[in-house]
């Protein structure tokens, strides 16, 4: 039952946010009392770091696995990116930004396990780019690596970025192109522009 509450609770948060979604909709959405819920979840807090928690190893396992296939560096950060943004319902509900206004606490310790996370398999793509020539051999993979995961994290502040005048999808797309092109060499920006005719 609390996988479910959990699952339940995590596809509501990222349809509707998490300010919007209370206790009493999750129970009627389940067809449970909100006793059961408290049974589990102390409060609304301890349910949003539960679900926050269990989106964060769901898409930390799928980024590994991609990472596994072993693909062409910017091939897999486009794989990423297709696969973050399909478990975050394409962020239309800006759930990071809506996390740090009101769960701060939660946002956080988010971010510090992101950046961990990220930091290792940006460094990794990085390292094996320039291996195989798609990316300049002088770049300070620390600095970039570190500079994306900035723009990354950068593009859903709300208030930079409103979501009427930028769709999340579209600032995702667009940030990763200008990642890419900046670090690219020819034989890069060729995949690169193949990847981006591609529907």
């Given at each position: 039952?609390?996988?479910k509450?959990?699952?339940?609770?995590?596809?509501?948060?990222?349809?509707?946010?998490f300010?919007?979604v209370?206790?009493?909709?999750?129970?009627?959405?389940?067809g449970?009392s909100k006793k059961?819920?408290?049974?589990?979840?102390?409060?609304?807090?301890?349910?949003?770091?539960?679900?926050?928690d269990?989106?964060?190893?769901?898409?930390t396992?799928?980024?590994?696995?991609?990472?596994?296939?072993?693909?062409?560096?910017?091939?897999e950060?486009y794989?990423?990116?297709?696969f973050?943004?399909y478990?975050?319902?394409?962020?239309?509900?800006?759930?990071?930004?809506?996390?740090?206004?009101?769960?701060?606490?939660i946002?956080n310790?988010?971010?510090?396990?992101q950046?961990?996370?990220?930091?290792?398999?940006?460094?990794?793509?990085?390292?094996?780019?320039i291996?195989?020539?798609?990316?300049?051999?002088?770049?300070d993979i620390?600095?970039?690596?570190?500079?994306?995961?900035?723009?990354?994290?950068?593009?859903?502040?709300?208030?930079m970025?409103?979501?009427?005048?930028?769709?999340?999808?579209?600032?995702?797309?667009?940030?990763?192109?200008?990642?890419v092109?900046g670090?690219?060499?020819?034989?890069?920006?060729?995949?690169?522009d193949?990847?981006?005719?591609q529907p």
């Amino acid at each position: 039952m609390k996988e479910k509450i959990i699952e339940k609770a995590n596809d509501m948060f990222l349809n509707f946010g998490f300010k919007s979604v209370t206790m009493d909709d999750l129970a009627s959405e389940l067809g449970i009392s909100k006793k059961t819920i408290y049974a589990h979840f102390q409060n609304k807090t301890k349910l949003v770091e539960a679900a926050t928690d269990h989106l964060f190893c769901i898409i930390t396992d799928g980024i590994d696995t991609i990472l596994e296939e072993n693909k062409e560096p910017i091939e897999e950060l486009y794989a990423i990116k297709a696969f973050v943004m399909y478990h975050l319902k394409d962020e239309k509900t800006s759930p990071q930004y809506q996390l740090q206004k009101y769960y701060p606490r939660i946002h956080n310790s988010l971010k510090v396990r992101q950046f961990e996370t990220m930091q290792e398999c940006i460094i990794e793509n990085l390292e094996r780019g320039i291996r195989t020539g798609v990316f300049r051999k002088h770049i300070d993979i620390e600095i970039i690596s570190r500079l994306y995961f900035m723009g990354m994290t950068g593009i859903k502040d709300q208030e930079m970025f409103p979501l009427q005048q930028f769709p999340v999808s579209k600032l995702m797309t667009d940030y990763l192109e200008y990642h890419v092109r900046g670090i690219a060499t020819e034989k890069g920006l060729k995949i690169l522009d193949n990847l981006l005719k591609q529907p």
